[in-house]
């Protein structure tokens, strides 16, 4: 570098500078630059290094996020498990439910047991009204509420396993 950079380029190489991860010709170009420059000087001189992340601050987005993309898969997994329901793949909701209900405990721990049910009823109404409305053949709304009802108690034993397997591995202290 030459010495003469502008003061937009000045303010870009000014904080790489105060960190000390510039390289010399660029530390020399911003003093060179500092020198003739009062606007750019004033600006170094006034520079207050960022505040450090709040480290619960970010630890408190992260666990939001997470359990925000849970609920997403919870979500999608039982609407999936449900219209399994009329199909001969209808067994996998064995092993689906339960693991729906340990996602459903780890977004609400124990009030996971008082939420799935209503949610599980409400999806398989939709699911029936979704099929009823394309004018597919669907089995009768109680048919449907019943596997609800099953799909429930399977759901609720993921919650119970979650719930167990959280206080067996809870930190002592």
């Not at 904080?15 to 010399?24: C, K, N, Q, R, Y």
């Not at 067994?91 to 780890?106: H, Q, R, W």
């Not at 409305?133 to 119970?160: F, M, Q, R, S, T």
């Amino acid at each position: 570098m030459n010495g003469d950079i502008g003061c937009e380029i000045c303010k870009d190489l000014l904080p790489l500078v105060e960190d000390g991860v510039a390289s010399e010709e660029s530390c020399a170009a911003v003093q060179a630059h500092l020198e003739r420059c009062p606007a750019c000087r004033a600006l170094a001189k006034g520079a207050v290094p960022p505040p450090a992340p709040d480290g619960e601050a970010l630890l408190r987005r992260v666990r939001r996020t997470l359990r925000g993309l849970t609920l997403v898969i919870l979500l999608a997994g039982v609407l999936f498990g449900v219209g399994l329901s009329s199909s001969m793949n209808m067994f996998y909701n064995s092993l689906i439910m339960p693991a729906m209900g340990a996602a459903a405990y780890y977004v609400w721990r124990w009030k996971a047991a008082a939420v799935l049910p209503p949610l599980l009823a409400g999806m398989s109404l939709v699911c029936w009204l979704l099929c009823w409305g394309w004018g597919v053949e669907a089995e009768p709304l109680p048919a449907y509420l019943i596997w609800a009802v099953i799909y429930c108690v399977l759901a609720l034993v993921g919650v119970a396993i979650a719930g167990l397997f959280h206080f067996a591995l809870k930190k002592e202290g």
